[in-house]
């Protein structure tokens, strides 16, 4: 069975930063893509920023320069640090996996349970 398991949200000032992180445990043998996704209130999920096993990157035009997306393959782990965090940057934050589990050709999507971050004064 495979889990990710997400810490780091909180609340934080306009302006603030914060860094969070989702590990991933199980059987896996190799993590594909790694990323995060968001959904504030009222909104659909969307994309936030993403990692391949190359360490290519994507993120979201509304993050880009202020949120860095990065993993550690070893630790099967992925960070996101935000700066610079916006009122509208309020949201759940979701981590999703795309691996593949006990054999090459069982690929499989899995997301964690979300973490609350909030931006206010």
């Known amino acids: 069975q495979v889990q990710l398991v997400e810490s780091g949200g909180g609340l934080v000032q306009p302006g603030g930063s914060l860094r969070l992180s989702c590990a991933a445990s199980?059987?896996?043998?190799?993590?594909?893509?790694m990323g995060w996704y968001r959904q504030g209130p009222g909104k659909e999920r969307e994309l936030v920023a993403g990692?391949?096993?190359?360490?290519?990157?994507n993120y979201a035009d509304s993050v880009k320069g202020r949120f860095t997306i990065s993993r550690d393959n070893g630790q099967n782990t992925v960070y996101l640090q935000m700066t610079s965090l916006k009122p509208e940057d309020t949201a759940v934050y979701y981590c999703?996996?795309?691996?593949?589990?006990?054999?090459?050709?069982?690929?499989?999507?899995?997301w964690g349970e979300g973490t609350q971050v909030t931006v206010s004064s």
């Open positions: 199980g059987s896996i043998l190799r993590i594909n893509v």
């Open positions: 999703h996996a795309n691996f593949c589990g006990r054999s090459w050709s069982e690929v499989y999507d899995y």
């Open positions: 990692i391949t096993s190359g360490d290519k990157t």
